[in-house]
Nanobody
């Protein structure tokens, strides 16, 4: 069982950047593939990106070239660097395990991209 706490969201103008952090607790974190997910108002939660225990990453096409994942297993932390943000990136962002997320999601962190 892993506990997840997301942070780093905020209000940013289109074209701006944010770095999200996911602090995880749990003895098996270092061997897990982690995912970043997001949920916009009125829409279902969607997978955005994944990072393996060794640092290999995949991102969905809509954020490719703009979002970058990294992790520091010693700190039990996963990061999402978001550049060139667009209004359609506005959502609550969550981290969780992948491909089988825990049923217990964190509070998420709000990202709002607006003038």
């Amino acid at each position: 069982q892993v506990q997840l706490v997301e942070s780093g969201g905020g209000l940013v103008q289109p074209g701006g950047s944010l770095r999200l952090s996911c602090a995880a607790s749990g003895t098996i974190f270092r061997i897990l593939t982690m995912g970043w997910y997001r949920q916009a108002p009125g829409k279902q939660r969607e997978l955005v990106a994944t990072i393996t225990s060794g640092g290999g990453t995949n991102v969905v096409d809509s954020v490719k070239g703009r979002f970058t994942l990294s992790r520091d297993n010693a700190k039990n932390t996963v990061y999402l660097q978001m550049n060139s943000l667009k209004p359609e990136d506005t959502a609550v962002y969550y981290c969780n395990t992948y491909p089988s997320p825990s049923a217990y999601w964190g509070q998420g962190t709000q990202v709002t991209v607006s003038l």
